[in-house]
């Protein structure tokens, strides 16, 4: 059983039939961002993600390409690795379904459900669509162009015979209505909760959980004419990275069962009914959370190869920088929900909150400190009702409503908060109007400085986990030591002293120019 003091959080492991876009890096960076955030809050965290290499999408993929399928993993899989550096992600492991680790770990877990008497050989005869790698029912498949079936998906489905082992998962109707039950918040948000138990309700068929019409797989122990599923190998890959199969290892008994498994809203049934059904099959708690989020489009359309429409995350941080893209990506579209991403949306939300919100007011703050206060920070006299309004939202308040937020995955709201405690300190700047002290009451001006200085220090610490590199930026002008950056450190027994240099400021959020207007700009 997972120890209250550890987070385990985990992306989807991506498939590696084609390039990485907007869609698979929001995930991670949703995970990443929450990562960090419990890391600052003190807490053991592991962060997880990877890559899905089997099935036959990959193999189909592979003889496009002209490659082997292991060439084509290698690839590919690389490429989804290198936005560990390009979105800055801080993750512990990065696995790979084709790592050795892993195949031992998918093969004890089938062993596990064989021997639990789950699992029983007969023939499937039913629609396959490769696209999703998922089974589906007759009923749930519409007629296409010439005379195709189509899944609920649109992904085109073939007609599939051949030998198959089963998981019984019919078996699993009610245990599974009774976890849902007891555990409320399994499935998130709660819309997708209902989706999922009305499904189960439904009633629930045998699982077909090998292939025999290709070998990129998992072999089936005892009898390798099969290969694995390869959602029941992919799943397991959360339980491989802490150790599966030795349940008594450190890192499994720290970790296990994972705090949430944040995935899109496609691939929910996968996690919300196969995931729980197979581990509770081996006597293996299930996880504690299953967080769907919602799907983005691209100016207004589906991403899609046809369309050619898929903005590579590399395509983001060159316009826009790494932080400002993970904020936007993070504050644009509130986590659950659908959204859609343009360009002219991403340049007024960066410059709205970062360049002209967070940014100017430090760089406004800053450079008064600087100027007016021979680069030191000022003492700050007796604060009036307003200063201490101001300190207790950023110091007190802040922190503790994104804390709410963030248990619950409300990441927009979070960034909400904070841009809502900016917008504060920008109004109180106007009203305070340090500007106009300097000549008239030197003292108060150094008090007014002093309180943005400080508020800005929360807003930066808070902010560490959505825009790592400029934040630190931040807390480096404010001549913050490395070891005072932590969530402990938010509060007014830690505010800055006064008298500490500072280093002279240089914005921090650049305000982005859309093309046109650069164009016309550079004549
Ligand atoms: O499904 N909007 O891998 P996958 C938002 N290998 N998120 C998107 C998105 C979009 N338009 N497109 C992709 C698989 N995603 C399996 C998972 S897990 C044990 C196995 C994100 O490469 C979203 O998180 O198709 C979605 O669930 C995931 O990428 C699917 O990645």
Redesign the pocket.
Known sequence: MSDNNSFYIT?????VNDKP????T??AVACDVLARFKRLDGVDVKFLTGT?EHGLKIMQAAEKAGVSPQELTDRVSQNFRDLVDVMNYSNDDFIRTTEERHIKAAQALWQKITDAGDVYLDKYSGWYAVRDEAYYTESELTDGPGGKKIAPSGAECEWVEEESYFFKLSEWQDRLLDFYKKNPNFIQPDSRRNEVISFVEGGLRDLSISRTAFDWGVPVPGDDKHIMYV?ID??T??MTSVGYPDTECEEFKKFWPADVH???K??LR??AVYWPAFLMSVGLEPPKKIFA?????VEGQK?SKSLGNAIAPSELVERYGVDASRYFLMREIPFGNDGNFSHEHAVNRINADLANGLGNLAQRTLSMIYKNCDGKMPAPGTFTGEDKNLLNDAQVRLIDAVRGDLDKLQIHRALEAVMAVTSEADAYVDTQAPWKLKKEDPERMGTVLYVLAETIRCLALIMQPVVPASAAKMLDQLAVPDNERDFSFISADHALKPGVEIAKPEGVFPRIVEEEKQEAANG
């Not at 992306?11 to 498939?15: N, R, S």
């Not at 876009?21 to 698979?24: D, T, V």
């Open positions: 992306t989807p492991i991506y498939y876009h907007l869609g698979h929001y995930t899905d959602w992919a799943l890959n959360y944040v995935v899109g496609d691939i996968f996690h989020h919602g799907w983005w489009t991403i």
